[in-house]
């Protein structure tokens, strides 16, 4: 007897009579969803298939026929379709990125086969390199998959009355790092204790959509699957490189032990590495990173000036009374605020920084408040100079720094974001990194 060998989903064409006899395993068995279509109330059902190929297609059964196949399928089993129709897939909601779309009708006959064939896949992916999800936040009617070792997990947060969310953050072999969320079921497939734990947990998230909120990031939708630590060859092979690839180890370590927010973290560690020659001609990134020495301080004189108590603005002198700009009152409530204006340099050139406020006290381990009273004491200005100096003299940071907004002026001084201290090992890894890639090219 001849064997019947099934046509794969490359071979299968939209048409509006053809119908086909397919065999493929079910990855995805979504609930039926109710929607409403020009003032009724109607069903569809969505599934994801994968054939011998490894290729998957979504199938959907409508209305009337839902009734005839409630209970009928299991995800993770064979099945045998007998008289699909394919037909263009639709625009909106895609969950697999393909042109086509199998339809299950009242006259299609469904065979599930109970020996399993390894020689189909049991998983289908459309994966996005976590570096490149940007270039999908406009797409808002598709859904991507996405695969990351979690390196941090934040505790379950409240959302108005009936809902609750969970920060992951996740990285993959671009070294990139992005939240993705968590809302309501999928709260529970991970915790925090994760965060005290040598082990990076894998997680494959399916059906996810691409937001932007002050960056980019993962949401969890209705067409949401979520595995942690499933066993394939994708999976796999991000567990070899996590495993031999120290800078992975030392990003898990660093964002495990940062006091920053999770956004601030994300931001850090996504921040690309320059030389300082660079810096003009960086654009289209929140953030460049640098290792580089605090070579000048500018004068202590204007360390100190008076804002705004209630917009923080800067208060000008207005016919002898403190006026806010912004604010438009005369003769405002002003408190100090700090800002420190350094030159920092490495071997490719130097560069006229500003570090504002909060960063500024930080680092300087004072109060703007108690800058100003040493001030005003005698020899204060230069007991404020050796402060600073203990702080920035002869030490190298790795300065986190808002890019050039529009043409870069040398004269101007940018904004500073973050300072670090430098891991040099880290360093030369990332250098070592960068010089193997520019060889490959």
Excluded at 207 to 221: A, D, P, Q
Aim: with cysteine.
């Amino acid at each position: 007897m001849t064997e019947y060998h099934y046509p794969t989903f490359e071979h299968l064409y939209p048409s509006g009579v053809q119908r086909y006899d397919v065999r493929a395993r079910l990855i995805r068995n979504y609930d039926i969803f109710n929607y409403n279509h020009k003032g009724k109330t109607k069903e569809t059902w969505k599934m994801l298939f994968v054939d011998v190929e490894g290729e998957g297609i979504q199938c959907n059964i409508f209305g009337p026929a839902i009734e005839k196949f409630v209970g009928r399928f299991q995800e993770g089993f064979i099945y045998i379709l007998l008289v699909v129709q394919v037909i263009f897939a639709e625009g909106k909601n895609k969950i697999v990125p393909n042109w086509k779309q199998m339809i299950i009708k009242e006259e299609t006959n469904v065979i599930r086969e109970e020996e399993d064939d390894i020689s189909i896949p049991s998983f289908h992916y459309n994966l996005v390199q976590l570096n490149r999800l940007s270039c999908h936040i406009d797409c808002t009617d598709r859904v991507y998959d996405a695969m990351g070792l979690v390196l941090y997990v934040s505790p379950v947060e409240n959302i108005g009355v009936d809902s609750v969310k969970r920060d992951v953050a996740i990285m993959d072999t671009t070294c990139t790092v992005i939240k993705l969320t968590l809302w309501n079921d999928f709260v529970h497939v991970l915790d925090e204790n994760l965060n005290h734990v040598d082990i990076c947990p894998i997680i494959v998230a399916c059906g996810l959509h691409v937001k932007s909120f002050y960056g980019t990031y993962l949401s969890t939708g209705y067409h949401t699957r979520v595995y942690v630590n499933p066993v394939n060859e994708k999976t796999t092979s991000l567990s070899t490189w996590y495993k031999s690839e120290k800078l992975a180890n030392i990003r898990r370590d660093w964002f495990r032990s940062s006091t920053f927010s999770l956004k601030s973290s994300i931001d850090i560690s996504n921040t690309p590495r320059i030389r300082l020659s660079q810096f003009s001609s960086v654009r289209k990134v929140q953030y460049c990173r640098v290792a580089a020495y605090a070579c000048r301080v500018d004068s202590v004189d204007n360390i100190i000036y008076e804002a705004c108590n209630r917009c923080l603005k800067k208060v000008v002198i207005f016919q002898g009374l403190q006026k806010c700009q912004s604010c438009n009152l005369t003769n405002t409530v002003t408190i100090p605020r700090l800002l420190l204006r350094l030159t920092i340099f490495d071997k490719s050139g130097n560069l006229k920084v500003t570090i504002l406020y909060d960063l500024a006290q930080h680092l300087l381990g004072c109060l703007a408040t108690e800058i100003k009273s040493v001030l005003q004491q005698p020899n204060g200005r230069n007991r404020v100079m050796e402060k600073v100096f203990a702080c920035f003299g002869n030490k190298a940071f790795s300065w986190v720094l808002h890019p050039p907004i529009e043409a870069f002026n040398p004269e101007h001084s940018y904004t500073v974001g973050y300072v670090l201290h430098i891991d040099w090992a880290e360093e030369c890894m990332w250098l070592n990194k960068y010089i193997a890639s520019k060889k490959r090219k």
